[in-house]
């Protein structure tokens, strides 16, 4: 059975730093790409960061970009985001999930995404 857990989130100040991990049971991330979401209070579902399987290459959302960092583990069990310079507004419940899209050139939507995790929260205060 696929299984998806994140951990690694909290409450912290603006401006300090937070690594969220994704473990997989069932499977490695070697075949499969992972995208980061997160989702706001009152707000929809929106992807962060994408790391493709075939080259690992990565895309990450606007308001993100320079700030995190998606990454594997070499064992390709493990997904890693890395967030610094968290604001108010990163501020949510952030998911990892899996797709059988191994390869792509942008950062991909929730739709393409068929394995979920539970979420851990996010919380950035100023």
């Known amino acids: 059975q696929v299984q998806l857990m994140e951990s690694g989130g909290g409450s912290v100040q603006a401006g300090v730093s937070l690594r969220l991990s994704c473990a997989a049971s069932?499977?490695?991330?070697?075949?499969?790409?992972v995208g980061w979401f997160r989702q706001a209070p009152g707000k929809g579902r929106e992807a962060v960061a994408t790391?493709?399987?075939?080259?690992?290459?990565?895309y990450y959302h606007d308001s993100v970009k320079g700030r995190f960092t998606i990454s594997l583990d070499n064992a390709k069990i493990t997904t890693y985001l890395q967030m610094h310079s968290l604001k108010p507004e990163d501020t949510a419940m952030y998911y990892c999930?899996?797709?059988?899209?191994?390869?792509?050139?942008?950062?991909?939507?929730?739709?393409?995404?068929?394995?979920w995790g539970q979420g851990t929260q996010v919380t950035v205060s100023s």
């Open positions: 999930a899996a797709t059988g899209v191994t390869l792509g050139t942008r950062l991909l939507p929730e739709f393409y995404f068929k394995y």
């Open positions: 069932g499977y490695t991330f070697s075949s499969y790409s």
């Open positions: 790391i493709y399987s075939a080259d690992e290459s990565t």
